[in-house]
Each structure stands twice: as C-alpha cells, then as structure tokens.
C-alpha cells in the first residue's frame, strides 16, 4: 500500500467551476499536509498546508483535512485556464517522513 | 522568498560518465533532498541530508551518492551514468524535519538529464 494516494486523472472541469481534488493516506499519524501544483516541464510549488482537521482557505483554494478518514482534499473555486496543471499531495508522516503522492492532472476548458 | 538553485537545467551525458548536479539554497535551512520524477512513478526520494556531512538514504539510492561540505549546498553524483538514469531530478530544502509550517520543502526548477 502506497503512502500517499490520488487519482491520477485527469479531471478536466469548465472554466469557473470547482475542482475538487482528493488525497489518501495510510499513517494515521501523520501531522502535516500539502498541495503542491506542478506545470509541465516545472518543479512543484506549494500552493496549501494544512494540519488542523477542517478546512482551510487561500484566495480560491481550500484545503480540507479529515484524520479521522485520513483524508485530505484541494477545492479550487472559479477554476481558470491557468490553474491546468499536475497537484501533488504529500505528507509529514511519524518519523518525519515526507511522502508524495503520484499527483492527480487536472485541465481547465475555456 | 526562499530561494533553491540547481547548477543546470538541461543535461546530456553519455553513458558511464561520472555526472554532478549541485544545489544551492539561500536559506539556512537544515535540510536537503534529492528526488528524481519519472512519468507515473512521482517523486522519489534519493537521499537526504539534516546536517552538513550527514545523509540518509532515501527509497532509490543505487547508482548515486551525495555530499554536503557546507550547508547552503548538496550535491549528487551519478557514479557512472546508466541509461536508466536519465530523468527529471529535483532538489529541496526544508527548514526542520518536525511536522508542521518549517518542514515545507522549497524546490528548485529541476535538472533534467538525458543519459546517452
């Protein structure tokens, strides 16, 4: 069993929708947690962390942590062209391990 | 802003050659990764590093070793360069190791390597 696991996708959405992005994981006690979004050809960038259980808002993204379920999640609201990219999930594990999972490619369609 | 810089963008290397990729962060974080990203097998961990000449294995270090004499920077060396090792490679930096906002890992723009 992976660590950390997503949808590869993709998951393609209408420009000015919401996309909703889901994460697993296996430690149930890990602490930290991330969205990192990644363009073609570009390094991954944080966008979100989270480590409360609830949600968490940025702008249009909102990050939801749910422990109990071991699941965390990214809503981008009013999705844009350029929100087109590869979102990796990872995780601060016990052990201060960091894991990534494989990302979930989401398109924008104008 | 944090800021992590990798020497190269672009690489092209023939096999059996020892290759070096150096990463410098301007920081003062503890911490230093070196991951390779291949098409549906994510991110990888190769080897890291919490303190100057320290390292860690990661979950694929055959094949590579690291050094850090100072802490700004980590490199990685391919001891002779394989084919297989043609790949995306990323460094990172963190802060800490201990969960929270100061283990974020910053990354660099990625040298992608081709091993001819």
């Known amino acids: 069993q992976k660590e950390v696991e997503q949808n590869s996708g993709p998951l393609s959405v209408p420009e000015g929708a919401i996309a909703s992005l889901n994460c697993t994981y296996s430690?149930?006690?890990?602490?930290?947690f991330f969205w990192y979004r990644q363009y073609s050809g570009k390094s991954p960038e944080l966008i979100m962390f989270?480590?409360?259980?609830g949600d968490k808002e940025d702008g249009r993204f909102t990050a939801q942590l749910n422990k109990a379920s071991q699941y965390v999640s990214l809503l981008i609201r009013d999705s844009q062209p350029s929100d087109s990219a590869t979102y990796l999930c990872?995780?601060?594990?016990?052990?201060?391990?960091?894991?990534f999972g494989t990302g979930t490619s989401l398109t924008v369609i104008p | 802003d944090v800021k992590v810089t990798q020497s190269s963008r672009y690489l092209v290397k023939r096999t059996g050659e020892k290759v070096f990729l150096e990463c410098v962060q301007d920081?003062?974080?503890?911490?230093m990764f070196w991951y390779r990203q291949d098409p549906g097998l994510g991110l990888r961990l190769i080897y890291f590093?919490?303190?100057?000449?320290?390292?860690e294995k990661g979950d694929i270090p055959e094949g590579y070793s690291v050094s850090r004499e100072k802490k700004e920077r980590f490199s990685l060396i391919l001891e002779s360069a394989s084919t297989n090792q043609t790949s995306m490679y990323l460094c990172?930096?963190?802060?800490?190791?201990?969960?929270?906002?100061?283990?974020?890992?910053?990354f660099g723009a990625g040298t992608r390597l081709s091993v001819l």
């Open positions: 990172a930096s963190s802060l800490q190791l201990l969960a929270g906002d100061k283990n974020i890992q910053y």
């Open positions: 430690d149930r006690g890990s602490q930290s």
């Open positions: 989270i480590y409360s259980n």
């Open positions: 990872a995780v601060s594990s016990t052990g201060n391990q960091f894991y």
């Open positions: 920081m003062d974080h503890e911490n």
């Open positions: 590093s919490y303190d100057v000449k320290m390292k």
